[in-house]
């Protein structure tokens, strides 16, 4: 960062007979008004686009609301429903469960594992780490689940891999015991980005708890335990919650792999696919607010569990305890 | 592998060696042959793992009736029909249509992201105003908030002002600071900023406002850069909300286009929506090779996510 690119305007002469706390006191009103000048988007978007929404999708959640006529208050009726009288919303949440719980340990362990191959300095470092971001880049598109969908299916290349040992699946996508792998293999495939933090976190481990490591005589998985894991539990957290955020919300490939439909037997209906579906297909606008904010709820403890916690796990360096 | 075998000798011709006297010691040659392994190891893994975008590439020029059943990459002979069907688009729309309409969503995101973001980040980090704490509290918890919980009343409301089917509801939420991930990157960025320059550019006689055009924004550059490749990218991809607010096919991006597809049963249709697949992660593939380092440095520095 170089100051040379500074563009200063020319100076202008400083306003004679200021007094300090008068002054300070005018600055820092005439900087409020300023600030919310700077804020104003951010204002707007905060006040219309999420607070207020927030608030009105709270109220929806207890109504019944078909977009085209107004909403009709039911009180609790469609939480009701979701947990008494509904075995598509059910599923969904065991899908959804069922993804988070073994694709995000998995993304983890994986980008952990690549993160400390990539860490010691070698040639090629740098090449290598982008490649393995790409993924991330990738896998996020409609693209990349079509391809996934066609590797998957029945005859498609992992079939026909498959067949050659014997095991002749029929395609995974139409198998309603393998869909779901099908996604978190692609959600596992997509490491790249929680690798890239976990990097930047081995690099921020000093040096000299590896020399003492060393000197201690500790072997190179007592050291990984004994100094890398604790040293790396606060990016460990700040993964673990990023990630798990982002598989409760994920939509795209479940969408395109099952046609938009959670097939087959509901094996792939996401939470988001079943709210999208009640929303926007059914047009069952308060009983998709109903599930938007249990998916609130939920995120919303898993993080705090968590959070409360990372005291016991998270070791931050300099810290009193 | 003749190098794995010869991992011992120092040069195979016999000629003068020339490597340094460290890599000459005793077990110098194995540590050789473990980076030689690590080297092996990590190719092997990086195969596997590119596979599916480099079967994507090979799929997208093989005659249709190879795409599923061939496990072999190369094809029998090269298929560029695929592209020109992919090309003539679909419903009798053509791909440029789709791809503009990417691209102008994508573009004026990148724009939103930029302003709104940047100003909103500046009065963060550097002013002072009363609610300042609990505005940043606020924006930080944003960035948890499932898009679901706001999305049905935003339909609404956009449906109410005649929006949905434009691309209004998926830019104007952009220039309205939401992506508060950004927020944060910036603020955080600005914060690592000397303050000495603000106060160099205060007794020059500046307010915040020239202080923010001449001293922050230049120096904002590296998470302005990080923020508009990001934002470029996950817009592009973006399926949800695009699939959400655009019903008409004429305002269609490249991912809505790429799922009319899905929707046509017969294999036919397999050749030109592979092809069309590749068109559409051209721009990302490019994007990445452009600013490889920016990408991987900006998630490394700020814990974006691809």
């Known amino acids: 960062m170089t100051t040379g690119t500074l563009h200063r305007p020319p100076p202008r002469p400083a306003d004679p007979g200021d007094g300090a706390t008068p002054a300070r006191a005018r600055k820092r009103r005439s900087q409020s008004g300023i600030a919310y000048l700077f804020l104003s988007p951010w204002v707007c978007g905060a006040l219309l686009l999420t607070v207020g929404p927030m608030l009105a999708s709270l109220y929806l959640s207890f109504t019944d609301y078909d977009l085209f006529t107004s909403p009709e208050w039911v009180g609790l ?245 | ?115 709104s973001c940047a100003l909103a980040a500046y009065a963060f980090a550097r002013l002072r105003f009363r609610l300042r704490g609990p505005l940043f509290a606020f924006t930080l918890l944003t960035i948890m908030l499932p898009y679901h919980v706001v999305l049905i009343p935003q339909y609404t409301i956009f449906q109410k002002l005649d929006l949905v089917g434009t691309f209004v509801p998926l830019i104007l939420p952009k220039l309205l600071a939401t992506d508060a991930f950004f927020v944060f990157l910036m603020v955080q960025f600005i914060r690592g900023l000397p303050r000495e320059l603000d106060d160099a550019a205060e007794i020059d006689g500046c307010g915040p406002v020239l202080t923010f055009r001449y001293v922050i924004l230049p120096l904002l550059k590296p998470a302005l850069v990080t923020t508009a490749i990001f934002t470029f990218i996950w817009t592009w991809n973006d399926f949800f909300s695009q699939l959400v607010y655009l019903n008409d096919p004429d305002s269609y991006t490249l991912p809505l286009a790429l799922r009319l597809f899905i929707d046509q049963t017969s294999e036919s249709a397999f050749g030109p929506m592979f092809a069309m697949s590749v068109l559409s992660i051209v721009p990302v593939m490019l994007f990445f090779l452009a600013f490889q380092r920016y990408l991987v440095e900006g998630i490394a520095t700020s814990g974006l996510k691809g």
Do not use: C
């Not at chain 1, 998270?314 to 305890?321: A, N």
């Not at chain 2, 695929?82 to 791809?99: K, L, P, Q, R």
């Open chain 2, 1 to 115: 592998m003749t190098t794995l075998q010869d991992g011992r000798s120092a040069r195979p011709d016999g000629g003068p060696d020339v490597r340094p006297a460290s890599s000459r010691r005793p077990g110098a040659s194995a540590a050789r042959l473990r980076g030689i392994g690590w080297h092996v190891l990590i190719i092997g893994m990086l195969a596997l793992l590119l596979y599916p975008v480099v079967w994507l590439l090979a799929t997208s020029i093989k005659p249709t009736d190879e795409i599923l059943s061939s496990l072999s990459l190369l094809p029998s002979r090269l298929a560029p029909e695929n592209y020109t069907a992919a090309m003539d688009g679909i419903a009798g729309i053509s791909v440029w249509t789709f791809f503009g309409n990417s691209v102008l969503v994508a573009i004026g995101s990148v724009i939103g992201n930029l302003v």
């Open chain 1, 77 to 321: 009726e469609n939480y009701k429903r979701l947990f008494t009288d509904d075995a598509r919303f059910l599923a969904s949440a065991k899908v959804t469960a069922g993804y988070v719980l073994i694709s995000v340990p998995l993304k983890l362990a994986a980008a952990l594992a690549v993160a400390l191959l990539l860490h010691r300095n070698r040639r090629g470092q740098g090449f290598y780490r982008s490649a393995f971001y790409a993924p991330s880049l990738l896998g996020t598109g409609v693209a990349i689940a079509l391809v996934w969908r066609a590797m998957f299916t029945d005859s498609g290349v992992v079939d026909s891999a498959t067949g050659a040992f014997g095991w002749d699946t029929g395609g995974w996508i139409n198998e309603p015991d393998y869909a779901l792998y099908v996604l978190i293999i692609l959600a596992v495939w997509q490491f790249g980005a929680p690798m890239v933090i976990f990097l930047a976190g081995l690099k921020q481990i000093p040096t000299e708890l590896y020399d003492a490591a060393a000197v201690d005589g500790s072997g190179r998985w007592r050291t990984f335990r004994s100094v890398t894991l604790p040293m790396l539990s606060p990016i460990i957290l700040f993964n673990l919650v990023l990630e798990t955020i982002h598989a409760f919300q994920a939509f795209t490939p479940a969408f395109i792999v099952s046609g938009g439909r959670g097939g087959p037997s509901n094996s792939t209906l996401f939470y988001t696919l079943y709210l999208y579906e009640r929303g926007f297909s059914q047009f069952r606008m308060g009983y998709a607010s109903a599930m938007a904010w249990l998916l609130l709820l939920i995120i919303a403890i898993i993080t705090a569990v968590f959070f409360g916690t990372s005291r016991r796990w998270v070791f931050y360096s300099g810290e009193d305890r």
